[in-house]
């Protein structure tokens, strides 16, 4: 897989993408549907030829892309400490799995068997962008496997949402998602000396992205 700096940054925008749906579904009950069916095509695809492959395009991450650009840039608003916290703890959570053999195949194995029921969920969604029967298998491997490291993310949001079998659920996607994308901004040679000493020039990777997709969409 090709490790260039942009496949590193688009990455860290699913990161940071996943971090921000997490905190919108806790928060407000619901999120960006398009970017919510990227992480979970994302978090189900294992073995893919290439990052775009992985995310459907630069297009995907079009989100996490715009908070690379502002938060690393320097632009600060409401709720980024909290996308900030989400963001640290899928990174470590990461780590955490990397050094469990056993835990990576058990989630390897989880995600092989949801995906020979793609199709099946795929055809019966009844309106649902993604099934919701998908999410709940997703969430419940998550909660089965990665969600039984320390520490657990704490998500704050409103009881109401929290209490919400389906949107806790979506929450726990979205964080698996999270970490699928830290596993391979690792893979692509990311670390956590480049995330904090390249702020800047990951901002402007993600400026320069950004700007493409507008050309493009104006083409």
């Known amino acids: 897989m090709n490790s260039s700096f942009t496949d590193r940054t688009l990455a860290l925008a699913g990161l940071f993408q996943s971090a921000r749906l997490a905190q919108e579904l806790a928060r407000e009950g619901r999120t960006d549907t398009s970017a919510f069916i990227t992480s979970i095509q994302a978090l189900t695809m294992i073995d893919a030829p290439s990052t775009d492959a992985v995310y459907g395009g630069a297009q995907g991450v079009a989100i996490g892309l715009d908070l690379l650009r502002n938060k690393l840039g320097g632009v600060t608003d409401t709720g980024d400490v909290e996308i900030a916290k989400y963001v640290i703890s899928m990174i470590h959570l990461e780590g955490q799995l990397r050094r469990h053999s056993e835990m990576q195949n058990a989630v390897r194995r989880g995600i ?28 419940e491997l998550y909660s089965q496997t990665i969600s039984t490291l320390t520490p657990r993310i704490m998500v704050n949001g409103e009881h109401g ?15 698996f998602a999270g970490i699928r994308s830290v596993f391979l901004w690792r893979q692509l040679g990311g670390n956590r000396w480049q995330l904090l000493l390249s702020r800047k020039k990951i901002a402007g990777e993600a400026a320069k992205i950004l700007d493409g997709l507008r050309v493009a969409s104006t083409n």
């Open 161 to 175: 949402h929290l209490s919400n079998p389906l949107i806790a659920a979506k929450v726990r996607a979205a964080l």
């Open 112 to 139: 092989e068997a949801i995906q020979s029921q793609m199709k099946f969920f795929e055809a019966e969604k009844n309106g649902e962008a993604v099934h919701p029967r998908l999410v709940e298998k997703l969430a």
